[in-house]
């Protein structure tokens, strides 16, 4: 259901107080360029999402007497943080002062006020609840967390996702191994063999902005992965245990240890479902992973295009084809191969990218896209991947609407799917399914 106008520009006065300035109707970004959001794209602010300050840049919104488009001059711009199981279909909209500083690496969607409450354009892609704020409670997860430790005392890889990950960055998926439940993390590459200029765990000192968090430092052995995730596996609702992490460089650079990690966890159970999420550079190491026990895989990509995609991943001693031949051989093993595809609207909606993700679904026998929102300053991200005109596009719901169409066994989503909802039925078997019954 729609709301009956578009709502109001917000703004931040520079003291971390919000307002909604009703001259103007807020606005949405594709690409370079501000567009009016149509009302059907409005949804109200999910629980769990935030508001951003964006220093150093005028919103754009639509003057309510006048239909023309002007600057809010009352102060900074703002934005949205709309949290996992959503995806943005517009850009905040602003103009860049001179001085402004690069923005850290977060999601920027739009956001407007209309009769008290907050609105984002955007849409509910994915029914699994396991992120979901309401769904974690904090004095559980310090139990959980102190019961992990206490069982691996000598588990470098447990102490570092309860130290770190759970505790110090309140990582989802690691709050939900300390609950004993879902999709259970394991970071294993302190390396990587690439350079995306968004890595969230490793910036260059001459950049201006930081990681969101400190990258695995240790190479932990297949004995420290087997010991925590069989039990996972063995007594966890809907369990999975995914290889490759924010916290962590390229999982696929150390295959052998994973492999090896594979074959003994099979060796202790068959329940549940072994995924890695990879950016897809080593074919042949996935074709071993396969062999040992992979049940699914999730390579990230910014775009179904070689020049888009290599400036922003800058890859070492692989290519774009490589992660196309990823997706094909896990495919071909009888494996899910999922996207972790970084919606950019104005990017990810123009034709030109619509025919190469038809043609990369076409290529890959595609199991799923997970269209994730883009975590990045996209004025910052388009300068670095030089981009200067985006062509024709579609809009991010339409661009979904067409894919769903042509390509219905293509699933759309946000998470890893557990084996259960792999191989019975994708809309009853995962968490919180019993909430849609």
Known sequence: MSIPQSPYILYSDGNGNIFEDTSLYATGRAGWDAFPIPLDEWIELPDGGNLYELPGRRGIGIDVVTGEMRLCEKGWAVAAFIPPAHTGLYIAAY?????????PLFCYTAAGWYNNKTYVPAVRIEKDIRQECAGYDSKKIETGTQQLLNNYPDNRLVKHLMENCCMTYNCPAARNFSLSRWECPVPTSPACNANCVGCISFQPEEETIVSTQDRLTFKPMAEEIVEFTVPHLMNAPFPIVSFGQG??????????????????????????SININTNGSKPDAVKALCEAGLNSIR????????????????PNNYRFEDIIESLKVVRGYGGWASINYFVFPGMTDSIEEYEALRQLIIDTDL?????????????????????HE????????????????????????????????????????????????
């Open 95 to 103: 103009e860049t002062l001179p001085d402004a500083p690069t923005l």
């Open 247 to 272: 916290c962590e460089g390229e999982p696929l650079l150390m295959w052998e240890t994973i492999r090896e990690a594979i074959l003994q966890i099979r060796k202790h159970t068959d329940r549940g």
């Open 299 to 314: 390579v990230s990509t910014n775009a179904a295009r070689k020049h888009i995609y290599e400036p922003y991943y800058r």
């Open 367 to 387: 199991s799923m896209i997970q269209w994730r929102n883009f975590n990045i300053d996209p004025d910052w991200y388009m300068g670095k991947i030089g981009v």
């Open 390 to 437: 985006t062509g024709e596009m579609l809009g991010v719901k339409q661009l979904m609407s067409l894919i769903a169409e042509e390509f219905p066994k293509v699933r759309f989503g946000y998470f890893n799917p557990p084996i259960e909802r792999i191989k019975g039925n994708y809309d009853q078997h995962f968490a919180g399914a019993e909430l849609y019954q």
